[in-house]
């Protein structure tokens, strides 16, 4: 079977690599939802994207998609530089919660399995460094406009749950979930020093 990634995200696209799974990448083609409750959503999204992605019968695809709540309000991808800003000034004053939902379908059985990742993220900066941040235009494309990696003066650390949620797959649930479709994440060899 074909392992497909519904996704052109290059920090989701890298945490799939570094698991050591081989796959293929394609980009689906949804309006993604911000209505509804969080958990919900990100599921909801996360299967629009992987049933928009299938294109053969003997595929499982890989659906997913992270939203960032902070202060009660849902902060997708921000639609510009003010957008941005608005939302980096928000999350200097309060915590978040990122949710990471994920889809696996196993296109030849119908079988869907989904789940969501939640971790809890703080920032420590000042309106300098955001200022830097939103010049760098790293916040681009990202929920809650930033990304945990991304390089630069921007401090965000994670207090609760996994970094790689905060990136955008949680790789442990992306485990359980491709288990329950008989996917088996490829044998490692151990390192020889």
């Known amino acids: 079977m074909g392992l497909i990634l519904a996704s052109g995200s290059p920090r989701r696209i890298r ?5 050591g799974l081989e796959f293929l990448v ?4 949804i309006d993604e939802s911000l209505e509804g409750q969080p958990e919900d959503l990100v599921v909801r999204n996360a ?6 992605a299938v294109q053969g019968d003997d595929e499982v695809i890989i659906g997913a998609d992270t939203v960032v709540v902070c202060n009660g309000e849902v902060l997708g991808k921000p639609d510009n530089v003010d957008d ?19 889809c696996v379908l196993d296109v030849c059985t119908g079988k869907e399995f989904t789940g969501y990742e939640i971790s809890k993220v703080l ?14 235009g790293q916040w681009a494309g990202k929920a809650g406009a930033y990304g945990i990696q ?13 970094e790689d949620n905060v990136m955008g797959l949680p790789m442990t649930l992306v485990g359980r979930l491709l288990a329950l479709v008989g996917f088996r994440y490829p044998e490692r060899t151990p390192a020889v020093e």
């Open 123 to 136: 920032m420590e900066n000042d309106p300098g460094t955001i200022a830097a941040y939103l010049e760098s």
């Open 47 to 52: 299967e629009a994207k992987a049933s928009s």
């Open 26 to 29: 394609r980009i689906p083609d």
């Open 15 to 19: 945490l799939m690599k570094e698991a």
């Open 84 to 102: 941005a800003r608005r939302m980096l000034e928000l999350e200097l004053r309060y915590p978040q919660t990122v949710i990471t939902g994920v």
């Open 150 to 162: 991304d390089l630069g003066s921007l401090k965000a650390r994670v207090v609760m749950g996994a």
